[in-house]
């Protein structure tokens, strides 16, 4: 993703962490691809107790950060901090910060416009709808509460009207445009809504998955920021590779090709957190020695000596520093925990 990205998208471990004990795991949605006869290598990957411990203080700090009004900021940190706290268990009313989940999502209930842009009064794109909305899927497909469900409904009805005739989207909820970072955005929230049970057409999915794939770039097996414009980069290319998984419509040797131009370009610090959001999840579905490799990596780095500062927080002004600490706290908690599964979307 390397584009002018506002924010994105998602994750957790096959045992609890000792603190959120009263939300269990949903039951893992094998997600099937036609394409690939291949079993997905075991996932021998676990969140060790120092990894818990330094993701119990970050969430500690992100309990503080928390404002009044339930949010972290706009409704796109919000998601994407709502997603670090549910990532390790703790859903509305559930878990020792269930309370604090529960404010954050009715903050993100109130954000809703009549026609379902999730913006509210601070403002903000398509980029913050989608995070908005995918938050919103994960928290009805874990509690099928039926205000959550209203809200999100009419949120995922907004991005299939406002899918364009390329079969993307961009900046503007209306049907103009496309970019393969906010087109990827909505896809994230429309496979959370299908799998938590509401309805999106296979047309809509289908034509959003056609778009993506025409932002590949051939040569070198990235991801580009539109299909005739822009050169392949790594966020943009993890987060491809990480939505065709989820959704299941690849072909293995397209996604090889990407995971090695991802390994040979390295990171991008332009979009650190935010690729890495992504690269997380799509090496997990990718498993194996190469996701066992890569958690390692960002383990290590995250819990280097003095990284994670003495309140909690992860904070690097080099990168990304536009977006704040909950932003990058939230998103290096998701790294970590990936091997959770709580979350119904990044269920294998």
């Not at 990957?45 to 700090?61: G, H, S």
Request: proline share 4%; charged share 25%.
């Amino acid at each position: 993703m390397m584009r002018r990205f506002l924010l994105a998208a998602v994750f957790a471990t096959l045992f609890a962490v000792p603190s959120a004990t009263s939300a269990q795991p949903p039951k893992s949605d094998t997600k099937t691809d036609p394409k690939v006869e291949s079993k997905v290598p075991e996932d021998k990957v676990k969140m060790d107790p120092e990894t818990k411990a330094a993701v119990e203080k970050a969430l500690k700090f992100l309990a503080k950060e928390q404002a009044a009004d339930g949010s972290w900021g706009n409704t796109a940190i919000t998601g994407f901090t709502l997603l670090a706290f549910m990532a390790n268990g703790h859903a509305p009313n559930q878990g020792d910060y269930g309370k604090v989940v529960a404010a954050g999502v009715r903050y993100l209930l109130a954000q809703a416009r009549e026609d379902g842009y999730l913006v509210g009064a601070r403002g903000g794109n398509m980029y913050c709808h989608g995070m908005a909305a995918l938050a919103l899927t994960q928290v009805y497909g874990m509690t099928g509460d039926d205000d959550v469900k209203k809200v999100t409904k009419k949120a995922i009805d907004l991005i299939i009207k406002t899918q364009n005739n390329e079969g993307g989207w961009r900046y503007d909820p209306s049907p103009t445009g496309a970019d393969i970072s906010v087109t990827i955005m909505q896809v994230m929230a429309l496979r959370g809504a299908k799998d938590a049970g509401l309805q999106v057409p296979d047309k809509t999915m289908a034509d959003s998955i056609k778009y993506i794939n025409k932002c590949r770039d051939k040569i070198t097996g990235g991801y580009k920021y539109q299909p005739y414009g822009g050169a392949a980069g790594y966020a943009r290319t993890a987060a491809g590779v990480c939505v065709l998984q989820l959704c299941g419509e690849y072909e293995a040797e397209d996604i090889k090709k990407a995971v090695e131009f991802m390994e040979r370009v390295g990171e991008d610090r332009g979009h650190y957190w935010y690729g890495h959001y992504y690269a997380a999840h799509a090496m997990n579905q990718v498993g194996g020695e190469m996701w066992e490799k890569y958690y390692k990596k960002m383990r290590d780095k995250l819990l280097a000596p003095n990284y994670q500062l003495a309140n909690g927080s992860w904070y690097d002004p080099r990168l990304e520093a536009a977006y704040g600490a909950s932003y990058q706290t939230s998103i290096a908690v998701l790294i970590l925990s990936v091997p959770t599964h709580y979350l119904p979307i990044y269920q294998k």
